[in-house]
């Protein structure tokens, strides 16, 4: 039988797991919970997703938005063999008890603390931790981003310390209250960030600093990251070895792609839903050493790298395939990779 999975929480990242969920072979999509009957709410229905209420006292307002609704949230979990949980940073720690009532294993988001689950998961560095695990935490999209890159040049090469500067969008595209409108804002304004420790929470031994920033801008997230390395490769080989991981896009100079703005209008020429980028974007004339230094630019589609993720997480939770098995399914069923 299929793994029977339920999304909580049908939002930015919700409703991209609901859809990369209904695309894999051995998974079902039994339902998705939603607080209010927006045009998300419309859209599931369009989808034929069962679509359950995230709050009781709501119900009502689906009734009057003439949604039919195929149950509570709780039904929703019982039923379930694994839910992910796709609601506000916060929310899915107050979710924990009810997943616990139902003894339904649970994904969590990267706004979570990582203290609140069993392990925090990223596909490529450390699927096997999740194994059996009842709360797992799908790191964030720039800790997503991150791990990709630094799990093959630590195998590889060796990590000595890491050094990122993360320049992040102010806000998803449908968040028009997030800003800033026009400004540069060192954020955090204390050093080092937080996102260096939250790589930590993937790779427990690896000496990262992060410094954050934060634009006016909504397509994507830049990193420009500077890894000292024990064991010194050329130029050529770094190319090669990033190249050949699934789920990092060398970005060839011949595209003439400069930014997040030609690299989301790629995407849509390609035909992507929602114009996801799954893939981490590495600028390939970028990437460069100058003694023990690797140095290179690469953008991260905040909405979006994480959806692969959380489908991986869900079979390496309940152990029905090994990491090389799941990554690859999930790439082909959803066509990760240019
Ligand atoms: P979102 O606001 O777009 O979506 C969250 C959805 O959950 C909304 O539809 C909201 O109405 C709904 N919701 C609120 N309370 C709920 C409840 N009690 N039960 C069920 N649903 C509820 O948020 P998002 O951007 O999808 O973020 C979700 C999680 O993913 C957060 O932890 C966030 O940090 C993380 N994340 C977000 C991004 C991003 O860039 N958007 C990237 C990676 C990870």
């Given at each position: 039988?299929?793994?029977?999975?339920?999304?909580?929480?049908?939002?930015?990242?919700?409703?991209?797991?609901?859809?990369?969920?209904?695309?894999?072979?051995?998974?079902?999509?039994i339902?998705?919970?939603?607080?209010?009957?927006?045009?998300?709410?419309?859209?599931?229905?369009?989808?034929?997703?069962?679509?359950?209420?995230?709050?009781?006292?709501?119900?009502?307002?689906?009734e009057?938005?003439?949604?039919?609704?195929?149950?509570?949230?709780?039904?929703?979990v019982?039923?379930?063999?694994?839910?992910?949980?796709?609601?506000?940073?916060?929310?899915?720690?107050?979710?924990?008890?009810?997943?616990?009532?139902y003894?339904?294993?649970?994904?969590?988001?990267?706004?979570?603390?990582?203290?609140?689950?069993?392990?925090?998961?990223?596909?490529r560095?450390?699927?096997?931790?999740?194994s059996?695990?009842?709360?797992?935490?799908?790191?964030?999209?720039?800790?997503?981003?991150?791990?990709?890159?630094?799990?093959?040049?630590?195998?590889?090469?060796?990590?000595?310390?890491?050094?990122?500067?993360?320049?992040?969008?102010?806000?998803?595209?449908?968040?028009s209250?997030?800003?800033?409108?026009?400004?540069?804002?060192?954020?955090?304004?204390?050093?080092?960030?937080?996102?260096?420790?939250?790589?930590?929470?993937?790779?427990?031994?690896?000496?990262?600093?992060?410094?954050?920033?934060k634009?006016?801008?909504?397509?994507?997230?830049t990193?420009?990251?500077?890894?000292?390395?024990?064991?010194?490769?050329?130029?050529?080989?770094?190319?090669?070895?990033?190249?050949?991981?699934?789920?990092?896009?060398?970005?060839?100079?011949?595209?003439?792609?400069?930014?997040?703005?030609?690299?989301?209008?790629?995407?849509?020429?390609?035909?992507?839903?929602?114009?996801?980028?799954?893939?981490?974007?590495?600028?390939?004339?970028?990437?460069?050493?100058?003694?023990?230094?690797?140095?290179?630019?690469?953008?991260?589609?905040?909405?979006?790298?994480?959806?692969?993720?959380?489908?991986?997480?869900?079979?390496?939770?309940?152990?029905?395939?090994?990491?090389?098995?799941?990554?690859?399914?999930?790439?082909?069923?959803?066509?990760?990779?240019?």
């Amino acid at each position: 039988m299929s793994i029977q999975v339920a999304v909580n929480g049908y939002g930015t990242i919700g409703k991209r797991v609901a859809d990369a969920v209904e695309l894999q072979p051995d998974m079902e999509l039994i339902g998705v919970a939603k607080t209010s009957p927006n045009h998300e709410a419309e859209l599931a229905v369009e989808n034929d997703y069962p679509l359950y209420a995230a709050i009781e006292e709501r119900v009502e307002l689906f009734e009057e938005a003439g949604i039919d609704l195929a149950g509570s949230v709780e039904e929703l979990v019982d039923a379930a063999d694994i839910v992910v949980d796709a609601c506000p940073s916060g929310i899915g720690a107050e979710n924990k008890s009810m997943y616990e009532e139902y003894d339904t294993p649970a994904l969590y988001q990267g706004g979570e603390d990582a203290d609140l689950v069993d392990t925090s998961f990223n596909a490529r560095s450390n699927f096997e931790d999740a194994s059996d695990a009842d709360h797992v935490r799908v790191v964030s999209c720039n800790t997503t981003g991150l791990s990709r890159l630094l799990a093959p040049l630590q195998e590889e090469y060796g990590v000595e310390k890491a050094r990122v500067t993360l320049v992040r969008r102010g806000g998803d595209p449908p968040q028009s209250g997030r800003g800033p409108i026009n400004d540069i804002l060192p954020n955090p304004v204390s050093l080092p960030s937080h996102h260096g420790p939250d790589v930590n929470t993937i790779f427990p031994d690896l000496a990262i600093d992060t410094l954050g920033l934060k634009v006016p801008a909504t397509l994507m997230h830049t990193h420009s990251v500077n890894v000292t390395l024990e064991d010194v490769p050329s130029e050529e080989e770094v190319k090669e070895l990033l190249g050949s991981q699934s789920r990092t896009f060398l970005v060839p100079p011949k595209y003439g792609i400069d930014g997040a703005g030609k690299l989301k209008e790629f995407a849509m020429d390609r035909g992507r839903p929602r114009a996801d980028i799954w893939e981490n974007c590495i600028w390939e004339e970028s990437v460069s050493i100058e003694d023990d230094d690797l140095y290179l630019f690469q953008a991260i589609h905040q909405e979006s790298d994480v959806v692969p993720e959380n489908v991986d997480a869900i079979r390496a939770v309940l152990g029905t395939a090994d990491a090389e098995e799941s990554i690859e399914r999930t790439n082909e069923t959803m066509g990760v990779g240019f």
